[in-house]
């Protein structure tokens, strides 16, 4: 078929847009295609480090069932305190049992805050205290982490606990008394010094174990990680170096990372648990850290027994 020129050229002008649009198309896709796949990419990297925070954090621990086959994260572990047994709840992003339909600003007020999405205040037997001074980025981070969690339908109970302080409403006023809110400040110590700081008060929540408490649950500050006294072999120890002078970094490095002591000893359950979930877990620059901050505290006696 013989088709004029000039009729020619208005069938290709007409045409281009056309077969234009397909050949833009694979470079469209490919755009998306790379757009997302390198925001995914940021999500796996977010979700990788904030699973090595959870570890610094201690989270399976607390909750997670503390019998054979339990899934991780799945909650149910019974934590016993003065004021009554805890219960670790389900933090899998389970959409009924867990955080499946929590935002991730829920979730940093809930870390940072202490408050719960209703408005309620959460116990200090969740360490928020501590838990206060992740920074921003490694609450997403963990956040990040959490959602990678297989949802888990097991179902959280009541905690069994004791009037008054065991009473929801009366944690408003335990906060106003001894909770402090707000993100780790840098305090212009060497960088390793911070970090370990970071480590030990923020994540590592070791003063929740290691610093007395007075009757209402508040921790002591003037004591702060001077070790609890209790009947021999219950006790808490002193991290500060009035105690810690005697173990060489090697040896606490051991102590932190097997359990073994110095005298071939080994470290009692709670302490056990710290060192399998957390310290053992922690990357050898972390752990350095962790132990150069511990030698910079301010020594404090041993409480008289
Ligand atoms: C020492 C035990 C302990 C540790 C360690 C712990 N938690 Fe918890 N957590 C609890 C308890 C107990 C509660 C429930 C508090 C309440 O009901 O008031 C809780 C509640 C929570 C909640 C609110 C859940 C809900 O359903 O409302 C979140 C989120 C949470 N923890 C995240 C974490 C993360 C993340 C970590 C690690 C960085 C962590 N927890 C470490 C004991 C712990
Ligand atoms: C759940 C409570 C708990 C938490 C949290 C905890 N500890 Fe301990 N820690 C203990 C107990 C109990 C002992 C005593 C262990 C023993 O006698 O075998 C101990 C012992 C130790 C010792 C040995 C000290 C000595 O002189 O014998 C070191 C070091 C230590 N903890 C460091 C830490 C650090 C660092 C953290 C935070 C990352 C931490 N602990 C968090 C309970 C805890």
Redesign the pocket.
């Known amino acids: 078929m013989h088709v004029q020129p000039q009729r020619a050229l208005q069938l290709r002008k007409l045409q281009r847009p056309r077969t234009g649009a397909p050949g833009y198309a694979p470079y469209a896709c490919a755009i998306v295609l790379l757009v997302s796949s390198i925001s995914s990419a940021a999500n796996a990297q977010d979700a990788g480090r904030g699973r090595y925070l959870a570890k610094a954090g201690g989270c399976v621990g607390c909750h997670t069932e503390d019998k054979q086959g339990a899934v991780p994260f799945a909650g149910g572990r019974a934590l016993k305190t003065p004021f009554g047994t805890f219960y670790g709840p389900n933090i899998t992003p389970d959409q009924q049992a867990g955080l499946g339909r929590w935002s991730e600003a829920q979730f940093m007020q809930a870390m940072r805050n202490g408050v719960r999405p209703d408005g309620a205040h959460y116990f200090p037997a969740f360490p928020y205290p501590s838990f206060t001074q992740i920074t921003d980025g490694d609450l997403r981070d963990l956040w990040a982490y959490l959602r990678t969690l297989a949802p888990d339908g097991r179902r959280n109970g009541a905690h069994e606990l004791k009037f008054p302080l065991g009473w929801r409403p009366a944690v408003r006023a335990w906060k106003w008394l001894f909770f402090t809110p707000g993100p780790f400040h840098s305090e212009r110590r060497a960088p390793q010094i911070d970090r370990g700081a970071y480590l030990?008060e923020g994540l590592?929540?070791?003063n929740?174990?290691?610093t007395p408490r007075n009757f209402l649950g508040g921790l002591v500050r003037s004591r702060h990680l001077g070790g609890v006294k209790g009947p021999a072999?219950k006790g808490?120890?002193n991290?500060t170096p009035t105690?810690?002078k005697k173990?060489s970094d090697a040896e606490?490095t051991e102590?932190?990372t097997t359990g073994i002591?110095p005298d071939f000893?080994t470290?009692?359950e709670?302490?056990d648990?710290?060192i399998r979930n957390?310290?053992s877990q922690l990357t050898p620059a972390d752990l350095k850290a962790?132990i150069a901050y511990?030698r910079t505290l301010p020594p404090l006696p041993e409480e008289p027994r």
């Open positions: 030990v590592g929540h070791c929740e174990c290691h072999g808490v120890p991290l105690r810690l173990w606490l102590f932190l002591t000893d470290a009692d709670a302490m648990e710290v957390t310290t962790l511990l």
